[in-house]
């Protein structure tokens, strides 16, 4: 299944005031992390009633509860135009319709990571699944994001070129 292609801006206050909260209880020593300015969802496709999520921050090893942020165009007509006119602007700008805009709303929530392990028998290999506890659909493993896959095979060609002396293509 491939990766659902959502993405979202961080909104950094309702961010920061969550973490702040969160690390409330290690000490007044404890730092906030960085944080990213855009983050995609890591679910794997979705029909557009499923709120989209993606990891905001991972405890250390031994936390039992990861921050997830979830987000969800609320307003947003998920069905498709059952018989579209052909001759229609795509993009017919701001109009009377302007202030009926989707309006994107979020949560952000202390989940427990998912149970789920994939085992490989033949070498012995474990893979945990890298979503939260109940997650919709398929586990991490069964979800796959074509543009990172592509970059990856990217990397490791100018990795072998310049072990190998193979000429730049």
Known sequence: MLQCTGFAAVPEMGALVVLIAMNAEAG?????PDLDDMLL????????????????WAGE????RDLWM??????AD???DPD???DADPDPGPGPDADNRVRRTF???ELPP????????????????????????????DVTDPLADLMAERMREEIRRERGGEPPT
């Open 41 to 56: 969802c890591e679910l794997g496709e979705h029909d557009g009633a499923t709120e989209h999520a993606a990891q905001l």
């Open 84 to 86: 579209p006119d052909p």
């Open 70 to 75: 979830f987000w969800i165009d609320a307003g």
């Open 78 to 80: 998920v069905s498709p």
């Open 61 to 64: 090893m031994d936390a039992a």
């Open 114 to 141: 998912c149970l789920a392990v994939m085992r490989t028998l033949a070498t012995g290999e474990r893979e945990a699944c890298l979503l939260f506890d109940r997650h919709p659909a398929p586990h991490s493993w």
């Open 107 to 109: 949560r952000f929530v």
């Open 28 to 32: 007044p020593t404890t730092e906030v």
